[in-house]
């Protein structure tokens, strides 16, 4: 039973480009959310993606956008990265009607901003 | 605004004691409440979690117990072993948010001496 995965593992990118991460639910999960963990925090709660469509957000600027594929996978989108941008980004999948299906995270990507 | 305080930052525990991780809450809106325990290089895994109808769960050696006047919930590992050493983080999340909107505290690091 294959789990979240994510990819890349790591990344580099300089200030003002912009990056793509991606991620594969684990098996039977339809809903997708995306968390930032800066080095030594908590995750925080960037959005969370299903039937396609954002459902809820957390307090990121619209620099950070998303898009869920029929075959429920995402990407997670960054645009005009700032060095503030540099954490590990978290997948995480869920069942979205089961009112106690646990979030089960991916190992994450580290992306290091210069 | 730090919706979720978790303490201690660390915590240094010998082998077979308790370790004990406390976590308070602002948002009476909350209503699911997980652990989650986090190795290096890996995203985190849910231990065990609760919701406010119960005071106390308990799983193997893990135990949550919660207090909802004082707005206030904790970890108790039994037996503390070694291979607990890791990063704990306690959460929550409001109704209709779902398991996967988590408001996460900072995180405790645990380490176990043998």
């Known amino acids: 039973d294959a789990g979240v995965t994510q990819s890349p593992t790591h990344l580099i990118k300089t200030r003002g480009q912009q990056v793509t991460l991606r991620c594969s639910p684990k098996?039977?999960?339809?809903?997708v959310s995306w968390y930032q963990q800066a080095l030594g925090q908590g995750p925080q709660f960037i959005f969370q993606?299903?039937?396609?469509?954002?459902?809820q957000r957390g307090n990121f600027p619209d620099r950070f956008s998303g898009h869920q594929f029929p075959n429920y996978s995402s990407e997670l989108n960054v645009n005009a990265l700032l060095l503030g941008d540099s954490a590990l980004y978290l997948c995480?999948?869920?069942?979205?009607?089961?009112?106690?299906?646990?979030?089960?995270f991916g190992n994450g990507t580290r992306l290091t901003v210069t | 605004q730090q919706q979720v305080k978790q303490s201690p930052q660390s915590l240094i525990v010998q082998k077979g004691g308790i370790s004990i991780i406390n976590c308070a809450y602002e948002?009476?809106?909350?209503?699911?409440f997980p652990w989650y325990q986090q190795f290096p290089g890996k995203g985190p895994a849910l231990l065990i979690a609760?919701?406010?109808?119960?005071s106390e769960k308990k799983e193997g050696r893990f135990t949550i117990s919660f207090n909802k006047s004082a707005k206030q919930f904790s970890l108790h590992i039994m037996d503390s072993q070694p291979g607990d050493s890791a990063t704990y983080f306690c959460?929550?999340?409001?109704?209709?948010?779902?398991?996967?909107?988590?408001?996460f505290g900072k995180g405790t690091k645990l380490s176990v001496i043998p």
């Open positions: 995480a999948s869920s069942l979205v009607d089961r009112d106690n299906s646990p979030l089960h």
């Open positions: 098996s039977g999960h339809d809903t």
């Open positions: 993606y299903y039937e396609e469509e954002e459902r």
């Open positions: 948002n009476t809106a909350f209503d699911y």
């Open positions: 609760i919701r406010p109808d119960v």
């Open positions: 959460a929550a999340s409001r109704a209709g948010a779902g398991s996967y909107q988590l408001t």
